[in-house]
């Protein structure tokens, strides 16, 4: 049902429109079939003297008239309220009209009863089938997923607001609470009036998590206790402002406000909501390595809605992996998806081994590693064992339990690195490469992600809590680049990677062009409702301040090693490629000397493999500043765009 649902959705408007006329005219076939099976009482149409063709079609005629004319196509479903159910009363009217001057012009035998009986059959077919239509959409579209709220306040205000929320994806209006006894047992706007007293029963037996507190007359002391009873119940409370503190300004956007980082694309959201995610996951048993992480945790979260049977979240950091069990186990009780908290390394293969026989694990999502890249640099053994002995261990214990799929995050980072962190996810994807030759049954697959905005260590927290701090906002150089993508945009490519894969590829999203940090830096002090500062003149309010590049980082990044094996996949906006491997004797070689490197505790020994092994790797330290040419951004532009 949901697929059927997603699929309409992702119609045109166009088709849409065309949908709802033709609904509209079988409403009408349908009442005036109705009228005068009714009139006469026989369901014979022989027995009725008026049926035929000629009156059915100039029904059809009538209706579509009259449907036209009323614009009935583009009321949207989530509009049926107030004056769209007027324009559909007007159209049963007019059709009953139409129908009465037939029977007169053509000196048919249509009793005068049977145009009223049609319009009544007319109203309620063309209006039902839309509210019904409305209550599905709103149920499985949403499932449960929104917010549940009790709307404090039954008057003019209060309705406005639960017709809204009826039209919003977040939250769900379950009741009203009024002082006004004259109310209470009354159903307004289609909920439920009650009286005050009775919130903490409601709160629990519907499940509520917030009250909206719509009554914009309410003096300040009253609204001030209002606002404490209904804390005191444990509910979290939002209150509606008055029209005149609308209409004056005064609850107008805060002039320092927190940035979105949607904001900050400079393109839109990529759209990855497709079917075969649900296809590849849907009841499924799934693995989520560092599922307390940023890109992690949104994976657990989106898998919520592809219906596994079972997502287990395997995390080393316990208050990581505390926060985001807690974060998951009320909303999977409610969909019946089993949630399992297992703490522990992926460098510890016992341990990783027992987590996918014990919940017979079908998919691992490898999400787990080291990624920031000045600590990486300084700590290069620790980053080694983790992201790539990780890795080797994850993946060796799929292809022994022959799981179905096994897709590994990686970063734009791996691609020609400058850095230990990019060099050590670069081995990490060739484990899986040399693993897919290995395996039976498993399928392995890589997904190559930019920066992404709002993951713990990005950018964007950094310079929050600097604008926050009156500035300075500190940026490593004016010419720095980075394709960027959202949290959601990037969970999304690694479920999608793993619907595609065939085995052995790399996945990358078509991100448009690279941004400017700087450029980043500038748009967040804006949007923030601040303005950078002039350096010669002083004029604005928060400074940028440029440090010089970091260990290891790059002035640009890219997101492929060879431009000429890229291909496409069922999703325009998704690439893949096929990238070189190394042979399995050179695999084996290479993680035997990183776990002597290990062992004995020599990393400049490490370094030296990480040189030997990634081929495009360039030390940072013997990286001059570079500058990034006409000639590459053509290829950078032309690779995403062809």
Request: proline share 5%.
């Amino acid at each position: 049902m949901t697929h059927l649902l997603g699929r309409f959705l992702g119609l045109s408007r166009r088709t849409k429109r065309s949908l709802l006329v033709i609904a509209d005219l079988i409403v009408a076939q349908v009442a005036i079939y109705s009228a005068l099976m009714l009139r006469y009482g026989t369901l014979n149409p022989e027995n009725v003297p008026s049926f035929g063709w000629p009156l059915f079609f100039a029904v059809l005629c009538i209706s579509a008239v009259a449907a036209f004319g009323l614009r009935l196509d583009r009321v949207k479903l989530q509009s049926v309220e107030g004056r769209a159910v007027g324009n559909i009363a007007a159209f049963a009217i007019l059709a009953a009209v139409g129908v009465s001057a037939f029977f007169h012009m053509t000196a048919l035998p249509g009793p005068r009863s049977v145009p009223i009986i049609f319009a009544a059959f007319c109203f309620f077919g063309a209006a039902g089938y839309r509210l019904l239509a409305l209550q599905i959409f709103q149920s499985f579209a949403t499932g449960d997923s929104r917010k549940r709220v009790i709307i404090y306040g039954a008057g003019a205000a209060g309705i406005q607001l639960a017709s809204a929320l009826r039209a919003a994806a977040e939250a769900r209006p379950m009741a009203f609470i009024d002082n006004n006894p004259n109310l209470r047992g009354l159903i307004i706007a289609g909920l439920d009036v009650h009286a005050p007293g009775r919130l903490r029963d409601l709160a629990r037996k519907m499940k509520a998590e917030q009250v909206l507190i719509a009554i914009p007359s309410l003096e300040k002391p009253q609204l001030a206790k209002l606002v404490q009873e209904v804390r005191d119940v444990g509910l979290e409370v939002q209150v509606l402002p008055s029209y005149i503190d609308m209409m004056s300004g005064v609850v107008s956007t805060p002039q320092h406000r927190t940035v979105v980082p949607e904001e900050l694309l400079g393109r839109d959201a990529v759209d990855l909501a497709h079917h075969e995610i649900d296809d590849a996951y849907e009841g499924r048993s799934i693995m989520v390595t560092g599922a307390g992480g940023s890109i992690g945790s949104e994976l657990c979260r989106q898998l919520m809605n592809c219906k596994p049977k079972r997502i287990v979240l395997f995390e080393r950091s316990e208050f990581a992996l505390y926060s985001i069990d807690q974060d998951l186990k009320k909303l999977a009780a409610k969909r019946g998806i089993e949630i399992i908290p297992v703490l522990g390394s992926v460098t510890n293969k016992m341990r990783v081994s027992w987590a996918i026989a014990q919940y017979d694990v079908q998919v691992v999502l490898h999400a787990a590693a080291y990624k920031h890249v000045p600590l990486v640099e300084a700590n290069e053994l620790e980053g080694g064992r983790n992201n790539i002995l990780g890795t080797m261990v994850v993946a060796d214990a799929a292809i022994e339990a022959q799981i179905e799929r096994f897709i590994l995050v990686s970063t734009d980072k791996a691609v020609r690195p400058t850095n230990i962190m990019g060099a050590t996810k670069r081995m990490a994807e060739l484990v899986v490469q040399d693993r897919h030759t290995r395996s039976g049954r498993t399928v392995f697959s890589m997904v190559r992600f930019g920066n992404v905005l709002g993951s713990s260590g990005s950018v964007i927290p950094l310079f929050q809590k600097q604008i926050a701090a009156g500035g300075p906002v500190t940026v490593t150089d004016p010419e720095v680049t980075r394709y960027f993508m959202t949290i959601p945009e990037a969970a999304r490519l690694v479920l999608l990677a793993g619907a595609y894969s065939e085995g052995g590829d790399v996945f990358v999203l078509d991100m448009g062009k690279p941004h400017k940090i700087i450029e980043i830096a500038k748009r967040m002090i804006n949007l923030s409702g601040r303005s950078v500062k002039d350096v010669e003149t002083g004029v604005g309010d928060i400074e940028i301040v440029t440090t010089g590049l970091r260990p290891g980082e790059k002035l640009f990044e890219e997101l492929l090693i060879d431009n000429d094996t890229l291909g496409s996949t069922p999703h325009p906006k998704i690439l893949r490629a096929q990238e070189y491997a190394l042979s399995q004797e050179q695999v084996r070689e290479m993680l035997n000397e990183l776990g002597r490197c290990i062992r004995e505790n020599i990393p400049h020994e490490f370094r030296n493999l990480v040189a030997h092994t990634v081929r495009e790797y360039r030390p940072w330290k013997d990286v001059s500043k570079p500058t990034r040419s006409e000639d590459t951004e053509r290829k950078d532009e032309a690779r995403l765009s062809s």
